[in-house]
């Protein structure tokens, strides 16, 4: 081999390193965009299966009811009725809800009627929706089947005649042993 070899190497040599190497950049680029893309499928298919990841129902007219909303809830506080919610045991071990309304003198608000839904926070894909039954003067109960232990949001209406009582609240089922 001369000296002039050494310092300049065949054409084709040049060519088929490029060559390698394009292919090598090439495969690398494309291999990262899959693995990107099979990341995203993968975190597509852990979040729609979670049970606390949740959009919330009719997302879209509650925020074009946003104004109408907050109206409703101006009126709901301007009526001074207060809740208390309380989780008591019931018949069998049964976790109960009970709902305790009074209007602003204190006075007990009998026939209500109150619905609304309830989901623990860790589960909030899995919205229960409630309805109320009045069980003595001023207080309302609902009895679900099952109440994990944990933190449960509520949201909560209320009707008498005209008047509507919006009321959201979370309680923690731990304090009864969460039945």
């Given at each position: 081999m001369t000296a002039s070899q050494i310092n300049h190497p065949e054409t084709s040599t040049i060519?088929?390193?490029?060559?390698?190497h394009r292919f090598l950049w090439t495969t690398g680029i494309i291999g990262l965009f899959c693995i990107q893309g099979i990341i995203w499928i993968i975190?597509?298919?852990?979040?729609?299966?979670?049970?606390?990841?949740?959009?919330?129902?009719?997302y879209e007219?509650?925020?074009?009811?946003?104004?109408?909303?907050?109206?409703?809830?101006?009126?709901?506080?301007?009526l001074g009725?207060?809740?208390?919610?309380?989780?008591v045991s019931g018949e069998n071990g049964k976790t109960i809800l009970a709902i305790r309304l009074r209007d602003r003198?204190?006075?007990?608000?009998?026939?209500?009627?109150?619905?609304?839904?309830?989901?623990?926070?860790?589960?909030?894909?899995?919205?229960?929706?409630?309805?109320?039954?009045?069980?003595?003067?001023?207080?309302?109960?609902?009895?679900?089947?099952?109440?994990?232990p944990g933190i449960w949001q509520f949201s909560l209406q209320g009707r008498?005649?005209?008047?509507?009582?919006?009321?959201?609240?979370r309680i923690e089922t731990s304090a009864i042993g969460g039945q």
């Amino acid at each position: 081999m001369t000296a002039s070899q050494i310092n300049h190497p065949e054409t084709s040599t040049i060519e088929e390193k490029e060559g390698f190497h394009r292919f090598l950049w090439t495969t690398g680029i494309i291999g990262l965009f899959c693995i990107q893309g099979i990341i995203w499928i993968i975190a597509i298919a852990m979040t729609s299966r979670d049970a606390s990841h949740a959009v919330l129902p009719d997302y879209e007219r509650r925020s074009l009811g946003w104004d109408d909303h907050q109206e409703k809830l101006r009126k709901s506080r301007a009526l001074g009725w207060t809740c208390a919610a309380e989780l008591v045991s019931g018949e069998n071990g049964k976790t109960i809800l009970a709902i305790r309304l009074r209007d602003r003198t204190g006075t007990k608000l009998t026939g209500v009627q109150i619905i609304g839904t309830g989901f623990h926070c860790a589960r909030a894909a899995e919205i229960e929706d409630l309805i109320f039954e009045e069980t003595e003067a001023g207080t309302y109960t609902w009895s679900p089947g099952k109440m994990a232990p944990g933190i449960w949001q509520f949201s909560l209406q209320g009707r008498l005649g005209e008047s509507l009582f919006i009321h959201d609240f979370r309680i923690e089922t731990s304090a009864i042993g969460g039945q």
